[in-house]
């Protein structure tokens, strides 16, 4: 069975642009979380959606959104890119929720 | 809300001798633990969790933990290393009061193996 896969694996973007990220969770998973990771904060929390709704959110600002759609693929979004979005940002999947997640490779995102 | 404190940020071995990484807790009820392994420029590999069945808990590539309610504890043990375990190493607990699949990770241990 394929893994979660993201795309795309790598962006370079500069400061005030937005960005997509797009996640593909593994076949009949209906839950996608992401999480964000950098040196200094580590792992955090962004946001969980399930069956197309958001179920929980992280404590990130507005300008961090996401959606998903029937299929359970899941977009992320951030607007107004500042260079602290710098980071490696993770997909999860699990079949339920709550549930046993698991991960993509990630997106690594740079802002300039 | 809950938290896990993993007490090393780095631990370093000889290949051939045990590992332990360790991993404190804090949850105001039966907390569901997990280890995941991170390995350079990769995503993070489940290694094991316990959802309130047995405490001692086997994983992938020999890895093993025990739950210990009375010393909040979820340690992380192998008893021999290999050059492949050479990764960063993230103790988790999920949920809160909410439900759902919010992970709260620790910082991270980084294990080293040397010949």
């Known amino acids: 069975k394929a893994g979660v896969t993201q795309t795309p694996r790598y962006l370079i973007k500069t400061r005030g642009q937005q960005v997509t990220l797009s996640c593909s969770p593994i076949s009949g998973h209906r839950s996608v979380s992401w999480y964000q990771q950098t040196p200094g904060q580590g792992l955090q929390f962004l946001f969980e959606y399930f069956s197309e709704t958001q179920r929980n959110k992280g404590n990130f600002p507005g300008r961090f959104s996401g959606r998903q759609f029937s299929n359970s693929r899941s977009e992320m979004n951030v607007s107004t890119l500042e260079l602290g979005d710098s980071a490696l940002y993770l997909c999860a999947s699990s079949k339920g929720s709550p549930d046993t997640q698991y991960f993509g490779p990630g997106t690594r995102l740079t802002v300039l | 809300a809950q938290s896990v404190t993993q007490l090393d940020s780095h631990v370093s071995v000889s290949e051939g001798t045990p590992v332990l990484l360790r991993c404190n807790y804090s949850?105001?009820?039966?907390?569901?633990l997990f280890w995941y392994v991170q390995h350079p420029n990769k995503g993070l590999q489940l290694l094991l969790k316990y959802t309130s069945a047995a405490t001692l808990v086997k994983g992938i590539n020999g890895f093993e933990a025990e739950f210990k309610k009375s010393e909040t504890s979820f340690h992380l043990t192998k008893p021999s290393a290999h050059m492949s375990d050479a990764a960063e190493y993230f103790c988790v607990v999920r949920g809160d009061t909410g439900g759902g699949n919010k992970l709260t990770f620790g910082t991270g241990t980084q294990l080293k193996v040397e010949l």
């Open positions: 949850s105001s009820y039966s907390p569901s």
